[in-house]
C-alpha cells in the first residue's frame, strides 16, 4: 500500500487548505483512514479519522468545526479541509489507513509521507 499525501504549503492565519491523501494497492474503501500532525519538537497528534463509509467522523478537540475530513472511494481519496488556519496548526500532516476508525496511532498500519502545513501570523 502507498500513500501519498499532498496539498501542504504556507498560508496566513485565517487561511485555508485541503490536504488530500491518495491511496495505491488497497481498496480504501474497506478501510478506515486518519489524518494525523507533528510538530517541530513535539510528538505526532490525532487530528481526524473517518470510517470505511464515509459516515463517521471524528476531530481532536483543537480541530473541531475548522477542519472537515472526508473521502472520495471511488478515487481513493481522502481529503482533509482546512479552514480558520492558526499558527499552532504548523505541522507535517500524514495520513494513515487501518481496519478501525480509531484516534489511536498505532492501529493505523500504513502511512503517507507527510505534507508540510506552514500558518504564518
Known amino acids: 500500500v502507498q500513500l501519498q499525501a499532498s496539498g501542504g504549503g504556507l498560508v496566513q492565519a485565517g487561511g485555508s487548505l485541503r490536504l488530500s491523501c491518495a491511496a495505491s494497492g488497497r481498496t480504501v474503501s474497506r478501510y478506515a483512514m486518519g489524518w494525523f500532525r507533528q510538530a517541530p519538537g513535539k510528538e505526532r497528534e490525532f487530528v481526524a479519522a473517518i470510517s470505511s463509509s464515509g459516515g463517521s467522523t471524528y476531530y481532536a478537540d483543537p480541530v473541531k468545526s475548522r477542519f472537515t475530513i472526508s473521502r472520495d472511494n471511488a478515487k481513493n481519496t481522502v481529503y482533509l479541509q482546512m479552514t480558520s488556519l492558526k499558527p499552532e496548526d504548523t505541522a507535517v500532516y500524514y495520513c494513515?489507513?487501518?481496519?478501525?476508525?480509531?484516534?489511536?496511532?498505532?492501529?493505523?498500519?500504513?502511512w503517507g509521507q507527510g505534507t508540510l502545513v506552514t500558518v504564518s501570523s
Open positions: 494513515g489507513i487501518g481496519p478501525t476508525y480509531t484516534t489511536l496511532e498505532s492501529y493505523y498500519d500504513f
